[in-house]
């Protein structure tokens, strides 16, 4: 999205449509007694603007192992029509890959044009989303720690051969080699493989109590983002759009990591949408 058409965009349907997918998150999670949190822009909106980041386009929660399966056996049948659930390995029966991340889909939107793309992936990544981030444990051991960080960038970027094409001008040379290597080992390996590996990977240390979470299905350049157990183990509620969401106990620590000085706003041409390539559809709120 382009800053000039970021000055004439809208966004108060979107945001409508996104408080929409939040509440029913939310009055799932009370409802089974299931502990979820906002993340990313979604916990910086609620922390800086009581609500959405203007600008934002998209709603991001996370949830710890345990609680993201207990979310997991309920969604799909709570979700009221409109709404669903988008498990990656669900997408062209798990053969193709775009990211480890389940989404729940607002189906009545349209964030990109008809494309190569978008209709490789059968036209389910082309509406507005709530990402459904995972916190698994992190082996407490600094070279245990780096180990499990590598396993699931090796699986990723093998993973990466299994999509509708590999962009390589944004990485750098040392990048270029790296997912140029792993995607051609990659290959080899049928999608439902890597699905299994990665998750086999993320639940090894499930069962040990250790002091540190981190996002196991997340994209290799977020693998940096470390949660102490004492920042993402217990909740409070946040005004959010006069909605009251969960937010991590440790907020504050974790956008300092995430943003550093999170409450200093980005310089004008970043106040765009990041999500979407066209002003995006809300069919249910056109009248």
């Known amino acids: 999205m382009t800053e000039t058409a970021a000055k004439t965009y809208d966004l108060t349907k979107v945001h409508e449509a996104n408080r929409k997918l939040l509440k029913e998150i939310d009055r799932i999670c009370r409802k089974y007694k299931i502990n979820y949190m906002m993340d990313s822009g979604t916990l910086l909106g609620a922390v800086r603007h009581q609500g959405f980041i203007p600008w934002d386009d998209d709603v991001d929660v996370v949830f710890t192992?345990?609680?993201?399966?207990?979310?997991?056996?309920?969604?799909?049948?709570?979700?009221?029509?409109?709404?669903?659930?988008l498990r990656p390995e669900?997408?062209?029966?798990?053969?193709?890959?775009?990211?480890?991340?389940?989404?729940?889909?607002?189906?009545?939107?349209?964030?990109?044009?008809?494309n190569e793309q978008m209709r490789f992936y059968?036209?389910?990544?082309?509406?507005?989303?709530?990402?459904l981030f995972i916190l698994d444990r992190l082996p407490d051991g600094?070279?245990?720690?780096?180990?499990?960080?590598?396993?699931?960038?090796?699986?990723?970027g093998m993973a990466m051969a299994h999509r509708n094409g590999l962009d390589f001008s944004k990485y750098s040379l040392a990048d270029k080699i790296r997912v140029g290597v792993l995607a051609t080992a990659g290959r080899l390996i049928p999608m439902p493989v890597l699905f299994k590996l990665q998750r086999l990977a993320a639940m090894k240390d499930a069962d040990k109590k250790t002091k540190r979470w981190y996002y196991s299905n997340y994209q290799p350049d977020y693998l940096y983002v470390t949660l102490e157990g004492e920042?993402?183990?217990?909740?409070?509620?946040?005004?959010?759009?006069?909605?009251e969401l969960m937010a991590p106990i440790g907020f504050t620590h974790v956008l300092e990591l995430i943003y550093g000085d999170y409450r200093k706003l980005p310089p004008p041409e970043k106040r765009v949408p990041a999500h979407s390539t066209i002003e995006i559809q809300i069919y249910d709120q056109e009248k």
């Open 122 to 131: 059968d036209g389910k990544l082309n509406h507005l989303w709530v990402d």
């Open 142 to 156: 600094k070279g245990a720690a780096a180990r499990a960080k590598f396993m699931q960038k090796v699986i990723y």
């Open 65 to 85: 192992r345990q609680n993201f399966e207990m979310f997991m056996k309920g969604a799909p049948r709570e979700l009221p029509v409109g709404m669903s659930v």
């Open 90 to 114: 669900e997408i062209r029966g798990g053969k193709v890959f775009y990211v480890f991340t389940t989404r729940i889909i607002y189906e009545n939107s349209r964030v990109h044009e008809d």
């Open 231 to 243: 920042w993402c183990e217990k909740t409070l509620d946040m005004e959010f759009e006069n909605l």
